[in-house]
């Protein structure tokens, strides 16, 4: 995936730049791996919450969702391409 400006996942932001998401395990599809677009340094891991949509799409599909001013956008969820089902990603609440 590449992103051309910051996006924040659970505990880091993702500066813009190609990323690759994978699955950790097939018997938890919530748990993520992120690393740098070549694979040779695994940014972060996050524990998402199953999520699903609709319509199945044909590509990859990264749900954003706004932050306050001068927050980048957040990581909201992530869908597979070829499958309804997906990960969400959960956020400390903001007071």
């Keep these: 995936m590449t992103v051309n400006q910051p996006i924040q996942v659970p505990g880091k932001v993702l500066p813009a730049g190609t990323y690759v998401?994978?699955?950790?395990?097939?018997?938890d599809l919530t748990l993520v791996a992120i690393f740098n677009g070549?694979?040779?340094?695994?940014?972060?891991?996050?524990?998402?919450?199953?999520?699903?949509?609709?319509?199945?799409?044909?590509?990859?599909?990264?749900?954003l969702e706004e932050r306050p001013s001068g927050q980048?956008?957040?990581?909201?969820?992530?869908?597979y391409p070829g499958e309804n089902f997906g990960v969400g990603f959960v956020?400390?609440?903001q007071k």
Excluded: C
């Excluded at 994978?22 to 018997?27: G, V």
């Excluded at 040779?40 to 699903?52: N, P």
């Excluded at 980048?72 to 869908?79: G, V, Y």
């Design 21 to 27: 998401f994978k699955l950790l395990n097939a018997n």
């Design 38 to 63: 070549d694979e040779s340094h695994l940014i972060t891991t996050v524990q998402g919450i199953s999520d699903s949509r609709m319509e199945t799409p044909d590509k990859a599909i990264l749900q």
């Design 91 to 93: 956020y400390p609440t």
């Design 72 to 79: 980048p956008e957040a990581l909201k969820a992530w869908f």
